[in-house]
Each structure stands twice: as structure tokens, then as C-alpha cells.
Nanobody
Framework: QVQLVESGGGLVQAGGSLRLSCTAS????????MGWFRQAPGKEREFVAA????????WYADSVKGRFTISRDNSKNTVYLQMDSLKPEDTAVYYC??????????????????WGQGTQVTVSS
């Protein structure tokens, strides 16, 4: 049984930082590109960032580029999202997801096969 478990969310003031973690079990972690998505109240879920299985390639949404950093540790089956210079508009539930190697739609929700339950991030102004 595959599980993705996010942690690290919380309440932070604008300009602050948070580090999200997502630990996977039940799958060959190195066989997947890992991504982060987020969903704000009343809005559709959107792509945030992704990282290839070898960490050689990363992708970011324009809205977070330069502020967020995605990384992974395959020995720990964990992907991270370091979020700096947070803004109130970053408030959302953040989800990690797994995309099998060979699929190319890293920004497309429909391409991801496994999802976590999400962790809430709230940024106050």
C-alpha cells in the first residue's frame, strides 16, 4: 500500500519560512518524479514545484520561483519544499504527489498517480 505523508505545515507571518516534508512508503521512491501542488479555498489545485528522481532537474511555478526550493533524499524516501519569503497568497493546503518515471507532464495533476492527504499552510499578513 502506497502512502505519502506530508508534514511541516502551520501558521507563519508574511516574510517567514516553512519547510514541508513528504515521506513515501510502499513504492520505489527513485522510480518517481515528486511534485508539490497546492489548493487555496475556492480555487483549483495548482502546480507548485517538482523534482526529477535524480534531483538533476527541478520545475517551479512562476509564482514561487526564487522563493521556494524543492529537494529530495532518496535514502529517506522524502521530498522537501523549503518555502521562504512567504506571502498571504501562499495560504493553501499543500499536497505532495508521485509521477512515474517516463511521464512528462510534471505540471499536470492528471499525470500523478499517488497523492498525500495534504498539510495546511497559513500565512498571515
Amino acid at each position: 500500500q502506497v502512502q505519502l505523508v506530508e508534514s511541516g505545515g502551520g501558521l507563519v507571518q508574511a516574510g517567514g519560512s516553512l519547510r514541508l516534508s513528504c515521506t513515501a512508503s510502499g513504492l520505489w521512491f527513485s522510480g518517481y518524479t515528486m511534485g508539490w501542488f497546492r489548493q487555496a479555498p475556492g480555487k483549483e489545485r495548482e502546480f507548485v514545484a517538482a523534482i526529477s528522481w535524480s534531483s538533476t532537474t527541478t520545475w517551479y511555478a512562476d509564482s514561487v520561483k526564487g522563493r521556494f526550493t524543492i529537494s529530495r533524499d532518496n535514502s529517506k524516501n522524502t521530498v522537501y519544499l523549503q518555502m521562504d519569503s512567504l506571502k498571504p497568497e501562499d495560504t493553501a493546503v499543500y499536497y505532495c504527489a508521485a509521477l512515474p518515471r517516463g511521464r512528462v507532464g510534471v505540471r499536470e495533476m492528471s499525470e500523478y498517480v499517488y497523492w498525500g492527504q495534504g498539510t495546511q499552510v497559513t500565512v498571515s499578513s
